[in-house]
């Protein structure tokens, strides 16, 4: 995801090149850790509230990727840029796990045997996404920098 932008911004703006292996070390256990709280939360509400749930905690993952963003493009010290980074894995499992749990809830829905081929589907068009969108933001990064302009 941003795997190939956090190191630029460490080593350009914090000037922090020797924190890159810590710096997603954390991340993972961020991930770690609230994969299950997520997931937990997520099944509580479509179980209280329905499956139209699913789609307003992915709403308000969507929201909080933006402030995500905002403290991460705006960090100017470490301690910032990993709380920025820890929203960003919340903002994603907000996303993901609704929307995961939703995708095999459509197929299984359809009555149809193409779990797999639902998911193999979906699963490419993440794999092009990795691939085409480093190369957009290597350029973006070439052409303008992290400096303001």
Known sequence: MLEGLVPLHLVDTLKRPNVNGITFVILGLV?????????????????????????????????????????????????????????????????????????????????????ARGYSIGVCAWAIGGIVLPSIGSALYSHLGFAKP
């Open 31 to 115: 991930f770690t850790a609230l994969v299950p709280i997520v997931g937990k939360v997520n099944d509580m509400l479509i179980d209280r509230h329905g499956e139209r749930m699913r789609y307003y905690v992915m709403l308000i993952g969507s929201l909080i990727m933006i402030l995500a963003m905002v403290l991460m493009s705006l960090a100017n010290a470490y301690g910032v840029l990993m709380v920025g980074y820890s929203f960003f894995a919340l903002a994603n499992l907000c996303m993901c796990i609704p929307a995961q749990s939703a995708y095999g809830d459509f197929i299984n829905g359809a009555g149809t045997d193409s779990m």
